[in-house]
Structure formats: C-alpha cells, structure tokens
C-alpha cells in the first residue's frame, strides 16, 4: 500500500526540486523568450534625472559590486553609464569594493569604447580606481576628493586631468549613481556622501537590498533600480528614447523571462508544500493528535 | 597601556570627528581628511593580515597533517600564485601599469578562476532558496500567511508575467493588478516597516557609538591577554 | 588562445561547484579551496596597488616610487603618513599570540573613527530625515479635495512606522492599547518581510539566470 500523499510530498528529494529548478531557468533561456517590460516611477525618476542634465554635468559612478552580482548590476551599470554619455555628461568612474575595477573595466569596454569611441579620456571621462575603507573612503571624498585619489587608476597624477578641475569634493558633482550589491554600498553613499554633501543620489542595487532602502526614497534616494527587474525597466526606458542602443542594453530584459518563469516555479513549490502540511494537519486531526 | 591607550585613543579620534561635523575648520576638518585617509590605509593592513592568517592556519594544517590537509595545499597554492602574479604584475609591459589591465596574469586567473567561482558559489542559493521555500514555508497562522500572500504578490508583480495576468481588471479596479499591487506593497507597507527598523538601528548604532567613544563599552579591546 | 583557457578554466570550475548539488566530493572541495587562496590574494593585491602605494608610500616616501608611480615621485614627503604606517604595523602583530595584545591601539583607532563618523552620520540620515520623512499630512488633499489614495498611502506610513516602533519597545510590556499597538506594527513587519523574502528569492534567481548564461555561451563554442 502506498504512502499517503503529503507523507510522499514531505519525502520528495531535494535533488528534484534542484532540477526543477534548473530547468525552469535553462529552458526559457534556450527557447530565448522575452518578455516585455514596464518601467514604474521609482526607475524612471533616474531615467528623467539623467535625461534632464545639461551636457557637462558632472556623474560620479561608483560601482560597488563584484562578480557574484553581476547578473543583476552590470546591466544597470552599463544602461546609465550609456544614458551619462549619451547626453555629453562628463563621468567619473570609482569603487569602494575591491572586486568593483574589473567591472569598470567591463563597462568601459563595452559601453565607451564601442559605443562612444570619440569621447577623450582624461577630457570626457576618468577611470579613477578603488580606494579601501568603506565609508571612510567616502569621507574623505567629501573632505578632500583629490587627496585621496592622488593618482587616476593606471597612476597618471590627477591634476594633469582637465575633467578634475574643479572637483575638490563630492560637493562638486550634479549626481551620484551607486551600483551596489551590500556594504558599504548605497546606504553609505546616502548617509556619508549624498546627505552631507548635499547631492542627488540615484541607486542601482541587487534584489536582496532593493526593499531595504525605500525608506530613504524620495527624500535621500532619488530613484532605485532594485535587481534584474529595476535594471530591465532602466534599459525598456532607454530603449524607447534611444532605440539604437537596443542591441547593446537588453541584457536584463533577455533575462526576465527565465527569472519569471522560476518565479511561477517557485511559487508551486510554495503552494505544493503547503497543500502537504495541510493534508498532514487534517490526516493528525482525523487520527485524534 | 593595554586599556588605558586604546580607551584614550577611541574617545580622541571619535570625539574630534564629531567636533568636526560642528566645527568644520582647521583643525578639525583637517583631522577628518587625514583620519578618514588614515582609515582607508588601515583597511589595506587589515587585509594583509587576513592573508598572513590564512597562511599560517593552511600552513600549520598542512604540517601537521591534519583532516583534508591536500586541499589546505590548494588553497595556499591559490593564494601564492594569484599573490605573485598580482604584487609583481606579471605580464604587465611596464612597472606603472594597471594591476589588473586586460595583459596582466592576475587579470587572466581572476576571470579565470575568482569570477566564476564567486558567481557560481553565489548561483547556488537559488536551488536552497527553492527548497527551502518548499520544506518551510508554511501557512501555519495568520500572520505567516500575510507573508506568504505578500511574497507571492511581489514574486508575481516585479516580472513581466503580474502586468499580463491582470491586465483586464477596468480602470477603477487598476490599484488591485498584481504589478501595482506590488509597487503599493514596496512602497507602503514596506517601507513603513523598513523605515522603524532603521531608526529602531539607527538608535542602536548612536548608543553604542557613544559608549565606545566614552570608553564605557570596551569589548573591542579584545586580542591577546587583558592588562 | 587566452581567452579560450580563460572561458573554459571558468566553465569547469563552474561544474565543479554545481556538482556539490548531487552532493559533497573532492571537485567542489577543490574549488571551494581555490576560491578562498585566490580571493584572499586578490584583496590584497587590490588594496596594496590601489592604496598603500598611491596613499602611503607615495606620501611617505614619494622619490622611492620612481618607476612604479612616475606621478607621484615628485612630490614631497609627508611624515605625518609615518602614522598610519605604525598603526599597520602594530595590527600585523596580532599574527603572534604574544604580541597580539599591541593590535588594541590600532583597532582603537579604527573602532574610534567608525563610532565618531557612524554617530552623526546614522544620527542625521536613519534618524532625523526618516522621522522627517515620516511627518505626513493623514488626510491627503489633491486638485478635486479629497485624495482617498493618498490619505490611504500616509495614514500606512505613518500608523505603519509608529506601530512598528512600539513593536521594538520591550521597555514595557505588550498589554492593552500598547499590546493592540504591537500587534498592529507585527501585521506591517509581516508584510514588510514577506516583501523582503520576495526579492531575496529573485535576486537568487537572477545569479542562477546569470551562471547559466555563462554556461550557454560556453557550450556554443563547442557546438
């Protein structure tokens, strides 16, 4: 005789749920199914900032992310990045995270040189580097900008850089834009850069965080990109007003269809385990437990 | 000296950069800039001797012969090469090259082995998460069940799939589609319940930064045998 | 021929760590091994070439630099940066047991900066503006009088936020209006988590997404 059915689902190996899990991810990206996306006002507030800065203005992008949160920043990244060139902005790249310059470096690649091939290093943008320290890095950039980033990335002395005239502090910059994936990340950025510096901060953070900062949002936080969701909407906004970039900026929206289908996977294991626990609760009352 | 320095030394560092927010000016903000540049320099020590204690906890594993000793051998083998290639920029064509240019040998082994490494230990979670969405989550009381019915809206709501399953609802009834259901969710409750822990935190955080500055909390100060 | 050895050193390691899911065995030991040498490296490769040079050797000793930092070697020394390099040296210590004891002064400092910066920072940012933020008026007014949205949108908030402190106050008990209060703040933390888990699940799919993306433009290299 077989075991009832919530003692089977209560047995299920894990192993199942893995390959499930698997699945419901490969396949969508296999048969490339894409999905279309709406951007909501907490991302399009960033979208209108950026859109709404006159060509000179001073971004200062802080990428404060590693490989292990690639997937959700590195897009995002890339699509403001591309919005602040787009509109003439001069950019200023930087991290406080140790594993942040080789996606500088990516961005760069992909985003400058293929796409802006005629904008001047040194002139148009900087790739400043990393700097330890956490939030005392951003400390220092408000007291001293140039005293702690002496020297660009690749050593070249930082006064010998048009676009650094006239930076001594954070103060001097029209926008701040934090892609973080935790500490220190955008809440320093608000607490130690933004609030006491006096300037707009616009965040792009992993789906973890994303729901951790909307108290400081609209007051503190101009707008949030809050994972893959938040990095798609950005590039569906994009899109729409830039339609050549299409190619280059799809990478979160080619990659909302396998997190939607997972997600509808998800909630099925949701809903299956506890169709178990409710079956066990009633076959318990049945035998008087 | 073993107490009565560190204590002295907090309460000076920490007072004079509360000064500093009060009074911006020479020599407190100058004490700001140094001491924040200071913290940062720190930092880079501190990691130094993250490196130092690996080496010797792998090394000491591997001289004594201890459980799994083989893959204390691998670890130091990593972190001697990555070590090497990195303070010596192999690869690099000049001494004042970016450490981690696109020539460098420590920029092949990071992609190579940190990258995927990282990313794919990170993946992981995802299978966990899923089972353990399947084994634990239960609707045992009320509140769990507002959870759950919460965490299936915004699961719905933040992909494209919550804007197709309800966009037929008419207009008036627009508030109750799955993706502003989930925008209102994020943006109220939430925030409302994220907003009193983070002043319930923030209240913390200032009391202990208070104590530590004025010397009456001192579990720090541990490291080595007290005075 | 670089970026081959690269993809498919990456993809194996990839595998290697996928493999712990069927269950423990020496390939996901290796590389879980492999990643904690090399990233233990990379932390301090990083922060030696990003900051130890440019901002401490390059302060303290600027000539010495020369061919490493060409920028830098002209300038003057600046003794005071003798400090910090002490404070470095008295934390590297804690490496022996017995002079472990001399890293308190430099983790004073560190404690000293964090606490005297975090105090005014977390005072101003996560205190004072979100109280501010919370200050909204309970009856929302639009262009055609009443805004039922609105209204809606800050009476949450507010009650939300209030009742969610009173939750956290274990000074006094849980009993009559305070208990209805607390009961009240437990129903929007509720929501609050169940908001929160609903994003952690995504954000853990968005990895898998990402890695398997990876493994998908490995494949088509050999297919």
């Not at chain 1, 690649?109 to 904008?119: A, I, L, Q």
């Not at chain 2, 994220?194 to 200032?206: E, K, N, P, V, W």
Request: aromatic share 12%.
């Amino acid at each position: 005789m077989s075991a009832p059915l919530h003692q089977r689902l209560a047995r299920v190996d894990r192993r199942l749920i893995f390959l499930a899990i698997g699945l419901s991810v490969a396949l969508p990206l296999i048969l490339n199914l894409r999905l279309a996306v709406r951007p909501t006002p907490i991302v399009t507030k960033i979208f209108d900032k950026i859109e709404s800065l006159p060509p000179g203005s001073r971004v200062l992008f802080s990428f404060d992310y590693g490989p292990s949160t690639m997937p959700e920043n590195q897009p995002m990244a890339e699509a403001t990045l591309r919005h602040a060139l787009a509109k003439e902005c001069r950019v200023y790249l930087m991290t406080i995270w140790e594993t942040g310059p080789p996606q500088i470096v990516r961005a760069i690649d992909e985003v400058v040189k293929k796409d802006f091939p005629e904008r001047v290093y040194g002139r148009d943008h900087i790739y400043l580097g990393f700097k330890a320290g956490q939030q005392g890095a951003i400390n220092a950039l408000l007291a001293d900008f140039k005293g702690l980033f002496t020297t660009d990335a690749n050593g070249a002395e930082i006064n010998s850089f048009e676009i650094m005239q006239g930076v001594e502090s954070i103060r001097n910059f029209d926008l701040i834009v934090a892609i973080g994936s935790g500490l220190p990340g955008v809440k320093e950025w608000i607490q130690f850069g933004g609030d006491p510096g006096n300037v707009p901060v616009a965040a792009g953070v992993t789906a973890v965080e994303a729901p951790l900062l909307y108290p400081y949002y609209p007051r503190q936080l101009l707008g949030l990109m809050g994972g893959l969701q938040g990095a798609a909407e950005y590039e569906t906004a994009l899109i729409a007003k830039y339609p050549h970039y299409e190619t280059q900026s799809s990478q979160a929206i080619v990659m909302m269809g396998p997190q939607t289908v997972a997600h509808v996977v998800i909630i099925l294991f949701i809903v299956l385990g506890n169709v178990a626990y409710f079956l066990e609760r009633r076959a318990r009352k049945k035998e008087g437990r | 000296m073993k107490t009565s320095v560190p204590i002295a030394v907090t309460f000076l560092v920490g007072t004079s950069l509360v000064l500093a927010i009060f009074i911006p000016h020479t020599p407190f903000s100058t004490l700001d800039e140094h001491f924040s540049v200071w913290f940062n320099i720190l930092a880079c020590f501190a990691f130094t001797l993250g490196g130092g204690n690996l080496l010797k906890t792998h090394l000491t594993k591997i001289g004594r012969r201890e459980r799994d000793w083989q893959y204390s051998v691998v670890t130091v083998g990593g972190f001697l090469v990555m070590l090497v290639a990195g303070l010596f920029k192999l690869g690099a064509p000049s001494w004042d090259y970016d450490y981690i240019g696109r020539e460098t040998w420590f920029k092949h082994i990071y992609d190579a082995t940190f990258t995927p490494l990282q990313a794919t230990m990170f993946s992981l979670l995802a299978f966990f998460v899923a089972s353990a969405s399947y084994r634990a989550f239960r609707a045992k009381t009320r509140e769990a069940t507002l959870l759950l019915i919460a965490a299936a809206v915004i699961l719905l709501g933040r992909t494209p799939l919550g804007h197709v399953l309800t966009a037929w609802l008419p207009e008036p009834l627009a508030f109750l589609q799955i993706s502003n259901l989930s925008t209102w969710i994020l943006g109220v409750p939430n925030l409302a319940g994220q907003r009193a822990i983070l002043i319930g935190i923030a209240l913390g955080i200032i009391s202990s930064a208070i104590k530590l500055i004025l010397g009456i909390e001192r579990s720090h100060l541990g490291g080595g045998r007290d005075a | 021929m670089a970026d081959s050895i690269v993809l498919w050193v990456g993809a194996l390691l990839t595998l290697m760590i996928f493999s712990f899911l069927y269950r423990d065995n020496p390939f996901y030991k290796f590389a879980e091994h492999l990643f904690v040498g090399v990233s233990a490296a990379y932390w301090m490769v990083a922060s030696f070439w990003s900051t130890l040079i440019p901002n401490l050797l390059g302060r303290l000793y600027p000539k010495g630099l020369g061919a490493l930092l060409p920028s830098v070697a002209e300038g003057e020394p600046n003794l005071w940066y003798a400090i910090p390099l002490f404070l470095g040296i008295l934390l590297l210590a804690r490496l022996n047991e017995k002079t472990a004891w001399i890293s308190r002064w430099t983790m004073a400092f560190v404690i000293g900066f964090a606490a005297g910066t975090n105090l005014t920072r977390y005072l101003q940012s996560d205190f004072v503006a979100q109280i501010k933020s919370t200050i909204l008026p309970i009856v929302g007014v639009g262009d055609g009088g009443l805004d039922v949205g609105l209204t809606i949108r800050n009476v949450v908030i507010v009650g939300g936020t209030l009742s969610g402190l009173v939750y956290f106050f274990f000074s006094k008990e849980h009993t009559g209006a305070t208990g209805r209060v607390a009961r009240a703040g437990i129903w929007v933390l509720m929501v609050t988590f169940g908001a929160a888990f609903g994003y952690t699940v995504m954000g853990r799919i968005s990895l898998l997404v990402g890695r398997l993306n990876f493994l998908g433009h490995w494949l088509e290299t050999i297919f």
